[in-house]
């Protein structure tokens, strides 16, 4: 399974960016599918994650009303809608897709494959 994170750049504080992740290969059933950032010295936290079954959605605290995560079963693709982005928001972003039904959805442990991130820059 491959995926691939594109989308990011550089931004001005209450801008907007859309982040998108390719799946590519074959693979079991989908758990879930998610959004997650890094900043240099933190570990990597929940942005927004998706259950694939029952399409349940979880957003960080910090980002619920502002982002969206959605996705498109046809195109095998997931999307991240960011808008009125702060400079905290300032990170690299990966996508990752669970295969494993008895684990959770919100935490990195959850999940078994990774894009490589993309770096959203948001200047204040």
């Known amino acids: 399974v491959q995926l691939q994170a594109s989308g990011g750049g550089l931004v001005e504080a209450g801008g907007s960016l859309r982040l998108s992740c390719a799946i590519a290969g074959r693979h079991f059933s989908t758990h879930a599918i998610g959004w997650f950032r890094q900043t240099p010295g933190k570990e990597r936290g929940l942005v927004a994650s998706?259950?694939?079954?029952?399409?349940?959605?979880y957003y960080a605290d910090s980002v619920r009303g502002r982002f969206t995560i959605s996705r498109d079963t046809v195109k095998n693709m997931i999307y991240l809608q960011m808008n009125n982005l702060k400079s905290e928001d300032t990170s690299v972003y990966y996508c990752?897709?669970?295969?494993?039904?008895?684990?959770?959805?919100?935490?990195?442990?959850?999940?078994?494959?990774w894009g490589q991130g993309t770096l959203v820059t948001v200047s204040s």
């Open positions: 998706i259950a694939w079954s029952d399409g349940r959605i």
């Open positions: 990752g897709l669970s295969i494993s039904p008895h684990r959770g959805i919100t935490d990195e442990e959850d999940y078994d494959f």
